[in-house]
């Protein structure tokens, strides 16, 4: 059965690194990836940009193509943006049978442990641990036991049940994060090459960056 990818974040802003890494999961799972930005994100500061302005700019960005879709039930949803909310209402969605695909980077995956109920995301869906090239980050012990007999190789395997698996996927490294982007823009720079043409096109999608100074790397 044809895989759904979920790719989370607070997109503050939705920049082409992101979109690459989730373009290249897509085409290498065959899968539907929706795009998930968060509402109040419950590891990181709140975003600079509402969440109106934040799915504004996911609409521009994805326009055009069918293979990333946005899905906006955390902005919907009051209360923290915990992943184990969100994987639990698509699997409710898509019912039982539904391989779902939870697209995270390597350092996120590495600080799993401290998410929301953690080890029952494994319950709900695949994990796809997104890397570059000679990057190895640690994992705490109690990770590192829990995905030691999930671990496969094989694309395949995340089609035969519907979650339990943990796949590694190298993606390029294009070495962009938002947090360079929104200090370019309070600069009074212009992100060319660096965010989809679409924000760039309508000057109010990135205007809340341009007076303000964000923090963290998304």
Same mark, same amino acid.
């Given at each position: ?54 799915? =504004?700019? /996911? !609409? &521009?960005?994805?326009?055009? *193509?069918?293979? +990333?879709? @946005? ?6 949803? #009051? $209360? ?7 994987? =639990?209402? /698509? !699997? &409710?969605?898509?019912?039982? *049978?539904?391989? +779902?695909? @939870? ?6 995956? #590495? $600080? ?29 012990? #109690? ?76």
């Amino acid at each position: 059965m044809r895989p759904l990818a979920i790719f989370g974040g607070t997109f503050d802003p939705i920049h082409v690194g992101h979109l690459r890494a989730a373009w290249e999961a897509s085409e290498a799972l065959d899968a539907e990836v929706r795009m998930v930005p968060a509402k109040i994100p419950p590891h990181r500061p709140q975003p600079v940009a509402s969440a109106e302005q934040r799915a =504004a700019m /996911l !609409r &521009a960005a994805l326009a055009g *193509q069918d293979r +990333l879709r @946005l899905d906006l039930r955390e902005l919907d949803r #009051a $209360g923290p943006s915990y992943t184990f909310d969100t994987l =639990a209402s /698509l !699997r &409710a969605e898509f019912g039982e *049978q539904r391989p +779902l695909v @939870l697209l995270i980077g390597a350092d996120a995956f #590495a $600080g799993l442990c401290d998410w929301h109920r953690w080890r029952d995301l494994f319950g709900l869906a695949h994990m796809c641990v997104l890397t570059r090239p000679a990057q190895i980050p640690a994992m705490p012990e #109690a990770l590192a036991a829990e995905v030691a007999s999930r671990k496969t190789n094989e694309v395949a395997a995340l089609r035969v049940q519907p979650a339990g698996k943990v796949l590694d996927m190298v993606v390029s490294a294009l070495g962009i994060s938002a947090t360079r982007i929104r200090a370019l823009l309070a600069a009074g720079r212009e992100p060319r090459w660096l965010v989809p043409d679409a924000l760039l096109a309508d000057s109010a999608l990135l205007q809340p960056y341009r007076m303000n100074r964000g923090s963290g790397k998304t």
